[in-house]
Nanobody, 123 residues
Framework: VQLQASGGGLVQAGGSLRLSCTAS????????MGWFRQAPGKEREFVAG????????RYAESVKGRFTISRDNAKSTVYLQMNSLKPEDTAVYYC?????????????????WGQGTLVTVSS
């Protein structure tokens, strides 16, 4: 499966952005989907994940209450709505698809990755 992320940009602190990630192929609904981010000089970290049918979501503590992950299997797309953005949210955001049965926070458990989209939050 190929993943294409979009929606990044420059936003002021307190603002919002919505990231999208569209997958190729007809098997999108068989994958657990995740969003990760990587800031300069830091390791890639889990942000949010969603189960195949969308009934289960999981978030990093740092984004709980501010970010919402959702998916539309008919459109082969996963979204990340980001509200109340902070400068520390600045990073390249990646979407990923995994074959695991549960929403995992470990990057190694995801098999396919998008190219990344840059989010910059100014103070």
């Amino acid at each position: 499966v190929q993943l294409q992320a979009s929606g990044g940009g420059l936003v002021q602190a307190g603002g919002s952005l919505r990231l999208s990630c569209t997958a190729s192929g007809r098997t999108f609904g068989t994958y657990v989907m995740g969003w990760f981010r990587q800031a300069p000089g830091k390791e890639r970290e889990f942000v949010a994940g969603i189960s195949r049918g969308g009934s289960t979501t999981r978030y990093a503590e740092s984004v709980k209450g501010r970010f919402t992950i959702s998916r539309d299997n008919a459109k082969s797309t996963v979204y990340l709505q980001m509200n109340s953005l902070k400068p520390e949210d600045t990073a390249v955001y990646y979407c990923a698809a995994g074959n695991a049965f549960v929403v995992d926070t470990t990057p190694a458990r995801y098999n396919y990755w998008g190219q990344g989209t840059l989010v910059t939050v100014s103070s």
